[in-house]
Every structure is written in structure tokens, then in C-alpha cells.
Nanobody, 124 residues
Framework: QVQLVESGGGLVQAGGSLRLSCAAS????????MGWFRQAPGKEREFVAA????????YYADSVKGRFTISRDNAKNTEYLQMNSLKPEDTAVYYC?????????????????WGQGTQVTVSS
């Protein structure tokens, strides 16, 4: 089992920045990829970014490309999502996810482990 705990959400004005953290514990050696998703009220959970740990390859949704950066601190088993130039439409609950399997990147069903989520609110 893998446990994920997100932190770093909050309220920020449009154009501002936030950094989300996702601390992994448990069988972290088994993690093959980790991702970030978000879900706004009344909308489906959508892919934001992902990192294939073994290959060091990152992926981004078109809506955040150039503004968000995913990174990882191996020693701390922590993944980060640096969010710059935030927009009101980025407002959502952000979830960290992980999987020990080789598979897809951008679908919620591609991940077995999920954090509890952290709220990000961007005011205009």
C-alpha cells in the first residue's frame, strides 16, 4: 500500500503562484508513476500533470502547459506541483495519485492510490 498526503493549497489572486506537495509513504519503492488531477464543483476529475519516475518523463495537460511544473524529491518521497500564473479557472480540489503499474497517464482509472485532496482557489 501507498499513502499520499497533499498540502500547499490555499487562496491566491489571479497571476499568483502556489506549490503543492504530495508526500508518499508505505511501499514507495513500488511507485512507477505519480500524477496530479483536479476537480472543480460540478465537473469531472481532470488530468493536470504526471511524472514517470523510472524514466524521469513529465506530462502536462494543455491547459497548464508552460504554467505548471511537476518535480520530485527522491530523498523525501515527495512530488511537487509548482503552479504559476494562476487563473480563476484553475480553482479546484487538487489530488495527488500514484500507481505501481505500467500503464496510462491521464485517466483517473490509471491510478490505484489517491490523496485526500487540497483546495486551490484563485480569485479574479
Amino acid at each position: 500500500q501507498v499513502q499520499l498526503v497533499e498540502s500547499g493549497g490555499g487562496l491566491v489572486q489571479a497571476g499568483g503562484s502556489l506549490r503543492l506537495s504530495c508526500a508518499a509513504s508505505g511501499r514507495t519503492f513500488s511507485i512507477y508513476r505519480m500524477g496530479w488531477f483536479r476537480q472543480a464543483p460540478g465537473k469531472e476529475r481532470e488530468f493536470v500533470a504526471a511524472f514517470r519516475w523510472s524514466y524521469g518523463i513529465t506530462y502536462y495537460a494543455d491547459s497548464v502547459k508552460g504554467r505548471f511544473t511537476i518535480s520530485r524529491d527522491n530523498a523525501k518521497n515527495t512530488e511537487y506541483l509548482q503552479m504559476n500564473s494562476l487563473k480563476p479557472e484553475d480553482t479546484a480540489v487538487y489530488y495527488c495519485a500514484a500507481s505501481p503499474k505500467i500503464g496510462g497517464i491521464s485517466g483517473p482509472g490509471d491510478y490505484e492510490y489517491w490523496g485526500q485532496g487540497t483546495q486551490v482557489t484563485v480569485s479574479s
